[in-house]
């Protein structure tokens, strides 16, 4: 009982967190429609967040319908003149009004009120990022210690948030870069002399090693996940072996090649627990394309102290925001074309179970892991809205492209025919990623 009670709290947590997210994405993407529509002079009728039998609702001066509908999993600016909620169709307008209508609107007009569901997705994430970088500041030049981070027994721990890292076993360290290189050099051990200046006099501390298996991040339905780890977490050993570096349990799960291994695992709060799990193949892009490499889902590379931050300017966060929004964009490009020339398998692709399972799971894990989750999926649904096929904003886009350059609409048929498929391939696409959910492992 109390383990059909648990999964049903799970399923609950995560189909809410679900909604929450894609509601928040969804309705900055329609507003995105509807206020640049209605700044160009397109009247929209229905403004709704959700689809099917209305629950509530208000007509605002304007004479929009606002609503909110009985299915959470989506929602639509229906402009006047539109036969549905896709756009994909009209109906006839008085001519005294056509002017106020998506089709009789200037070709400029249509296209800005289009594009702006995308884009407004696209500013959601810049903001959500620069918010974050201001909130969270930037890693001051120098090499100065931060916040630190809780230790397994045995690791000795005497530096200080504020110390300036001068020195790493007697290797002179003037940046960031300095000190991964003479770690990387330097063999594993439990305790490195650090030479810091503290409170203006130099001195030597023991401290711990600049790479150790810390676990910073957990991959969402991966094996890690799974098996209940979380950030945080220090490897201890696998399959009895002690585990000194990151880079070490990298390689052993490697060489395992699917096989399970066990971890032995510290927890603040906790202390050691083991932990049996198996790797699973994923491709990951390179330099010259992808690589199928054994993964169970953890991130490493920290240590166990963050570095001393400094506040964040307004425009400086705003341009980490577009570089990290463009990279969500460019990582979307890139694997969607390695799937379709084949270089990856289709399982890379994830359907409506494993967007909701990874929404629960970054809920879970803070509001702050949720809002940047929130972001990505922000991003990346403006990219698919720009793909540019018929009943998606890029295929409205590319008609009116074609409009343009050709001087007139294409024929009704032909925006039939082509609507119907571009619908089948939009279903297709998400069958096979419910697919991929269902059966991929």
Request: aromatic residues 8%.
């Given at each position: 009982?109390?383990?059909?009670?648990?999964?049903?709290?799970?399923?609950?947590?995560?189909?809410?967190?679900?909604?929450?997210?894609?509601?928040?994405?969804?309705?900055?993407?329609?507003?995105?429609?509807?206020?640049?529509?209605?700044?160009?002079?397109?009247?929209?009728?229905?403004?709704?967040?959700?689809?099917?039998?209305?629950?509530?609702?208000?007509?605002?001066?304007?004479?929009?319908?606002?609503?909110?509908?009985?299915?959470p999993l989506g929602g639509y600016v229906r402009f006047l003149g539109d036969a549905d909620a896709a756009s994909a169709g009209s109906v006839r307008v008085e001519p005294a009004r056509a002017r106020q209508s998506l089709t009789g609107a200037p070709l400029w007009a249509r296209f800005a009120t289009v594009a702006a569901g995308p884009v407004f997705n696209f500013a959601l994430s810049i903001l959500v990022f620069a918010g974050m970088a201001i909130w969270q500041g930037l890693p001051v030049d120098e090499v100065r210690v931060g916040r630190l981070h809780p230790t397994p027994p045995g690791v000795e721990m005497q530096l200080q948030p504020g110390d300036r890292v001068l020195a790493l076993d007697g290797r002179p360290v003037t940046s960031w870069r300095d000190l991964g290189a003479a770690a990387a050099e330097l063999p594993a051990r439990p305790v490195h002399d650090w030479t810091v200046l503290r409170e203006g006099a130099e001195i030597t501390v023991p401290g711990p090693d600049l790479m150790p298996?810390?676990?910073?991040?957990?991959?969402?339905?991966?094996?890690?996940?799974?098996?209940?780890?979380?950030?945080?977490?220090?490897?201890?050993?696998?399959?009895?072996?002690?585990?000194?570096?990151?880079?070490?349990?990298?390689?052993?799960?490697?060489?395992?090649?699917?096989?399970?291994?066990?971890?032995?695992?510290?927890?603040?709060?906790?202390?050691?627990?083991?932990?049996?799990?198996?790797?699973?193949?994923?491709?990951?892009?390179t330099d010259d394309g992808y690589t199928r490499r054994w993964l169970i889902g953890v991130t490493g590379g920290g240590t166990y102290f963050e570095p001393a931050t400094r506040p964040a300017g307004a425009a400086e966060a705003l341009g980490i925001g577009a570089a990290r929004t463009w990279d969500i964009i460019a990582s979307s490009v890139s694997g969607l074309w390695a799937m379709i020339t084949g270089q990856i398998g289709s399982c890379n692709l994830g359907g409506a179970i494993s967007i909701a399972e990874t929404t629960g799971q970054?809920?879970?894990?803070?509001?702050?892991?949720?809002?940047?989750?929130?972001?990505?999926?922000?991003?990346?649904?403006?990219?698919?809205?720009?793909?540019?096929?018929?009943?998606?904003?890029?295929?409205?886009?590319?008609?009116?492209?074609?409009?343009?350059?050709?001087?007139?609409?294409?024929?009704?048929?032909?925006?039939?025919?082509?609507?119907?498929?571009?619908?089948?391939?939009?279903?297709?696409?998400?069958?096979?990623?419910?697919?991929?959910?269902?059966?991929?492992?």
């Amino acid at each position: 009982m109390s383990l059909a009670l648990d999964m049903m709290g799970g399923f609950l947590w995560t189909a809410a967190a679900f909604v929450v997210a894609l509601s928040v994405i969804v309705t900055v993407h329609e507003y995105g429609h509807y206020i640049v529509g209605r700044l160009c002079g397109i009247k929209a009728e229905v403004f709704s967040l959700g689809f099917g039998p209305r629950l509530v609702s208000r007509r605002d001066r304007h004479g929009t319908v606002w609503q909110v509908a009985a299915i959470p999993l989506g929602g639509y600016v229906r402009f006047l003149g539109d036969a549905d909620a896709a756009s994909a169709g009209s109906v006839r307008v008085e001519p005294a009004r056509a002017r106020q209508s998506l089709t009789g609107a200037p070709l400029w007009a249509r296209f800005a009120t289009v594009a702006a569901g995308p884009v407004f997705n696209f500013a959601l994430s810049i903001l959500v990022f620069a918010g974050m970088a201001i909130w969270q500041g930037l890693p001051v030049d120098e090499v100065r210690v931060g916040r630190l981070h809780p230790t397994p027994p045995g690791v000795e721990m005497q530096l200080q948030p504020g110390d300036r890292v001068l020195a790493l076993d007697g290797r002179p360290v003037t940046s960031w870069r300095d000190l991964g290189a003479a770690a990387a050099e330097l063999p594993a051990r439990p305790v490195h002399d650090w030479t810091v200046l503290r409170e203006g006099a130099e001195i030597t501390v023991p401290g711990p090693d600049l790479m150790p298996p810390l676990v910073i991040g957990i991959a969402p339905r991966s094996p890690a996940a799974a098996a209940g780890l979380k950030p945080g977490d220090v490897i201890l050993a696998i399959d009895g072996e002690p585990v000194s570096r990151f880079d070490e349990l990298r390689a052993h799960v490697a060489e395992a090649e699917g096989r399970p291994v066990l971890l032995r695992v510290w927890r603040e709060g906790e202390g050691e627990a083991d932990y049996t799990l198996a790797a699973r193949e994923q491709d990951l892009p390179t330099d010259d394309g992808y690589t199928r490499r054994w993964l169970i889902g953890v991130t490493g590379g920290g240590t166990y102290f963050e570095p001393a931050t400094r506040p964040a300017g307004a425009a400086e966060a705003l341009g980490i925001g577009a570089a990290r929004t463009w990279d969500i964009i460019a990582s979307s490009v890139s694997g969607l074309w390695a799937m379709i020339t084949g270089q990856i398998g289709s399982c890379n692709l994830g359907g409506a179970i494993s967007i909701a399972e990874t929404t629960g799971q970054a809920a879970s894990a803070g509001g702050g892991n949720f809002i940047w989750w929130i972001a990505v999926l922000s991003a990346a649904i403006g990219f698919l809205n720009l793909l540019p096929v018929p009943v998606l904003d890029g295929g409205h886009l590319m008609f009116y492209l074609y409009e343009a350059v050709a001087g007139r609409r294409p024929s009704d048929r032909v925006m039939d025919i082509l609507s119907a498929l571009g619908l089948a391939a939009v279903l297709s696409l998400m069958v096979l990623g419910l697919t991929n959910d269902l059966f991929c492992p």
